[in-house]
């Protein structure tokens, strides 16, 4: 059997091209789950026939492969070229897309199946084998929605509309043009969570870097030396009015105000219930926003790898 090709378009034409049927996809998919060509899982032959869409017979065994199986495509009555010009819209075009122009721009039979594929392409968005932040780091948290007007106290989310999100940016050194040695933003990483305290910042910092970094925060008391126990710490006191904060990190404060243009832009706000999922699809493009067209195989990639999401399971992971 002859290997389908892995690499990537760069463009419109070359993605139409590489693309043009669903037979294209097959292969393409074939190669990706098998790189050094098909193997069946219950005896290794190499040989297969095809038979109703997307299922190998073994030739030897007789053995059915799915090749679709234990990812979020399978099941689905969407075309895999529908799955393969979503992964590409949501992963090259820089203001990102909502469900509904997505199901326009896909000719999908309702918003429904539109919202279905988007919802799982983020999903395929968060790589758990991601490696952590490193270096210098700025941390800080925001609230998506406004402040909460006569509400007290940091992260205020007493609004059902408004949402507590940590992030984390790493700061990279570089030397520009000029020969100046300057900065700017590299991965970032955002969460929802509920209260801007010690526990709730340690958990995330944890989860999210690599111990030795040194981390740049505000005063905020949640910023504890238990909850930097691990890291080195710069904190800078904020002095003044609130709004020359980003001053001091204004790598993290950017990143923060370009995900609200982005939700406020592209999505005409966002469900609290479903907020993470644009965090995730955010920090997915936002990381790869140097290559965006490699970050099309890297969204397929990393789909392939995650198991299938009713659309009921969709809902209720929304939810939690």
């Not at 095809?50 to 009555?77: D, F, V, W």
């Not at 690599?210 to 030396?225: L, Q, V």
């Not at 926003?289 to 009713?310: D, H, W």
Request: proline share 3%; net charge positive; glycine share 8%.
């Amino acid at each position: 059997m002859k290997k389908a090709q892995s690499s990537y378009p760069r463009n419109v034409e070359e993605f139409r091209t590489f693309f043009s049927s669903e037979e294209a996809c097959f292969l393409y998919l074939i190669c990706r789950r098998w790189p050094n060509g098909f193997q069946c899982s219950g005896c290794g032959c190499n040989n297969y026939w095809r038979t109703k869409r997307y299922i190998l017979l073994c030739q030897n065994c007789r053995k059915p492969n799915y090749l679709t199986a234990e990812t979020l495509m399978h099941g689905s009555h969407v075309p895999l070229r529908k799955w393969f010009w979503g992964a590409y819209i949501v992963s090259t075009l820089t203001p990102g897309i909502s469900a509904l122009q997505l199901q326009r721009q896909l000719g999908l039979g309702s918003y429904r199946t539109a919202w279905y594929l988007l919802g799982g392409l983020r999903k395929g968005m968060v790589n758990d084998a991601r490696s952590k932040l490193s270096g210098i780091i700025e941390a800080d948290e925001t609230i998506v929605g406004g402040t909460v007007v006569g509400k007290r106290g940091r992260g205020t989310t007493a609004d059902k509309n408004k949402s507590l999100v940590i992030g984390a940016v790493e700061v990279v050194s570089y030397v520009d043009k000029k020969g100046h040695i300057t900065e700017r933003a590299g991965r970032i990483r955002f969460e929802i969570v509920q209260h801007a305290d010690e526990e709730t910042i340690s958990s995330f910092l944890d989860k999210n870097i690599e111990i030795g970094s040194t981390i740049r925060t505000d005063g905020w008391r949640g910023y504890s030396t238990t909850a930097l126990a691990r890291y080195m710490h710069e904190v800078h006191i904020q002095q003044g009015a609130p709004k020359r904060s980003y001053q001091h990190a204004p790598h993290i404060h950017r990143a923060f105000s370009n995900l609200k243009t982005w939700l406020t832009g592209t999505h005409h706000g966002v469900n609290p219930k479903y907020l993470q999922g644009y965090l995730d699809e955010y920090v997915f493009r936002f990381n790869r926003r140097r290559n965006p067209m490699a970050a099309f195989e890297t969204l397929l990639g990393i789909a392939m790898s995650k198991e299938p999401l009713p659309l009921k399971q969709l809902k209720v992971a929304s939810n939690a």
